[in-house]
């Protein structure tokens, strides 16, 4: 099985990488990391944070020269709160090449003020309809509500990376399956947020809720290889 990580940091390498795959796409959450550590992925894709308060133009002429695949938007590191949505969404309106935006949806610290919000993505969603929006992490401890509000969105997919590791054998897990069982699989991707989770334990755990939820092996295989590819890239 030729397996794609759809989401992964090169920061620290791939040494220590845990699973034989064929290729992946690279997430760089910072511009200097980008600069710095761009040349560490030949054969993979990459995807670079949105950076529109300090360096919009840059990111905008990397999309442009097709260098990256993805934006990202990050609301804990970017420090967006709920109001700043409108201009976030102004924007990704100026990409005129149309590249998916691959949303963190993790929940993690204290500042609640810059967490996740599925009111803004989908403010975002609703503003850039002919956009792809992959769901980084898929909503964390709040799968089952991004499941629900998201559903009826086309141009929305879930990147499992991360939440396979962190939610399991917790009660979030049931709502892994739920999202699982009736999203298309062609809208659901592995990826695992290496290096801060085991690409390896992910991916058998990936393969265990996937039976749990009556996806066949070919289904399994379209979200472990291609449907990322097919989703983000080809849109």
Known sequence: MDIFDCHLHIEKGLEDYDLE???GNV???SIDSYKENYAKANGYHK???LDYKYNFEFCLNEGQ???IVAFKIHSRIQQITELDYPTVS???ASDTNNLPIIYDAFYFGKELQFQPSLAGLIHLIESQPNRNF???HAGGYEILKYFFHLREYKNVGFDLSFSLQYLKDSSCES???KLIRYTDVSKLFFGSDFYFASPKIQFNHLVELC???GKSSNQIEEIATSSWLNFAIKG
Do not use: G, P, T
């Open 21 to 23: 795959v064929a290729s």
């Open 134 to 136: 992959i769901v980084a």
């Open 27 to 29: 997430i760089y959450n």
């Open 175 to 177: 709502d892994l399956i």
């Open 65 to 67: 020269e097709k260098r």
């Open 211 to 213: 039976h749990k939820a």
């Open 47 to 49: 995807s670079l944070i």
């Open 90 to 92: 102004k924007a990704i």
